[in-house]
């Protein structure tokens, strides 16, 4: 038996419901992926424990189109390639996010910003062609992540995106994404989803692209949550909130903190000690129960669910908020053996 084999079997792993075995009739469970998941235990588990897939940052703008007339595709064919493969799903992420839009997209040979046309052609051009390359082998994507701000009362982030196009950009680029592929599913994604306010401006922005009839079909709520939050009150109202608006929602996301949320980064502090008590599994577990109970409550209207990092091994909040202070968010341990908040999520 290979030694990854062996290695589930040893903790009766396999005498076990496994997450797409337990969910196979409410929605696709995932996980976001680098191509180094792609070998060796980690791929082992992902096969065996997931139906779906999402590039953790290989289809971000500034990975996949470094320049204007360069893409770099080799990592995102690598998860793409994995997925067909081996029968798994595949969510694309993400078509249009200011975090990792590269410099060149908003300026032109003299280092100025473009105008209105130029952007917008060269966001046309960079969804049809990634969207032209892998047509068929993705079923949902991202379009638009985190256009929304925090704080503020306007509903539009301003980046460089609405800064130089307008508010519309939003709507041309569903409306691009959807002409290259009629079938996909076209989601906007947000983190912070169950903050009354943000959920607020979430809907406003939502609701002007129905009334002008673009092609979206999901809400993303990222699910970047904590063992302190959300409420299953809080949870409930985001998922009606867009349900009752004829979307499709999704859990793009998922990772529980053992830590209280923070969205900003910040210095570590002498008191940032990473640390995994008793307590905090234990929270962490009754969490878990009851975002699954929640998430099998709405079957078909929750139509996914992915978490953000395959085990404990490695997440991205080993770094965020705090550089250096680990975190266990995930299902699986830093040796990719099931975690007790498993128990609660697969068996119901
Ligand atoms: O690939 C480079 C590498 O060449 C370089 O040596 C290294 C050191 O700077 O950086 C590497 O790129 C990093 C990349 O992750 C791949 O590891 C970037 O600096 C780093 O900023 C990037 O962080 C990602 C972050 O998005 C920003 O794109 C995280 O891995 C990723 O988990 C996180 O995911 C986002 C979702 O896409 C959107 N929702 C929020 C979520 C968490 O921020």
């Not at 969207?131 to 638009?144: E, F, N, P, S």
């Not at 995930?330 to 990719?336: A, G, I, P, T, V």
């Amino acid at each position: 038996m290979a030694a990854s084999a062996t290695l589930f079997a040893s903790n009766d792993l396999l005498a076990q419901k496994t997450l797409r075995e337990a969910y196979k009739d409410y929605f696709p469970v995932g996980v976001a992926v680098a191509p180094r998941n792609l070998s060796g235990p980690e791929a082992e588990l992902i096969k065996q424990q997931f139906n779906s897939i999402t590039p953790e940052n290989a289809m971000k703008m500034g990975p996949i189109h470094p320049e204007e007339n360069r893409y770099n595709w080799q990592d995102a064919d690598a998860i793409v390639d994995f997925g067909v493969t081996n029968g798994i799903k595949v969510r694309g992420h993400t078509l249009c996010w200011h975090s990792q839009a590269p410099r060149w997209f908003f300026t032109d040979s003299e280092g100025k910003d473009v105008n209105r046309e130029v952007l917008l052609a060269r966001l046309k051009q960079h969804i049809t062609d990634v969207m032209t390359r892998y047509k068929g082998k993705i079923y949902a994507w991202d379009v638009v992540n985190e256009a929304v701000p925090d704080t503020g009362k306007g509903i539009y982030r301003e980046s460089k995106f609405y800064k130089i196009i307008g508010e519309d950009y939003i709507q041309k680029a569903f409306e691009y994404a959807h002409a290259i592929d009629p079938e996909a599913k076209l989601f906007y994604n947000d983190y912070n989803t169950e903050s009354t306010a943000k959920r607020a401006k979430i809907y406003q922005l939502v609701k002007k692209l129905k009334d002008k009839n673009v092609p979206i079909h999901g809400v993303g709520l990222q699910g970047h949550w904590s063992i302190y939050e959300p409420s299953q009150a809080e949870l409930e109202k985001s998922i009606k909130t867009f349900a009752d608006m004829g979307l499709a929602v999704q859990v793009t996301e998922l990772d529980v903190s053992v830590y209280a949320k923070e969205h900003e980064r910040r210095a570590k502090k002498e008191t940032d000690k990473s640390v995994y008590t008793d307590e905090m599994m234990e929270k962490q577990s009754a969490h878990y129960k009851m975002l699954f109970d929640t998430f099998r409550k709405y079957k078909g209207t929750v139509t996914g669910v992915t978490f953000w990092n395959v085990s404990d091994r490695s997440s991205w909040l080993d770094n965020f908020p705090v550089p250096g202070r680990k975190d266990y968010p995930l299902l699986f341990d830093e040796s990719y053996k099931p975690k007790r908040a498993f128990e609660g999520v697969v068996n119901f």
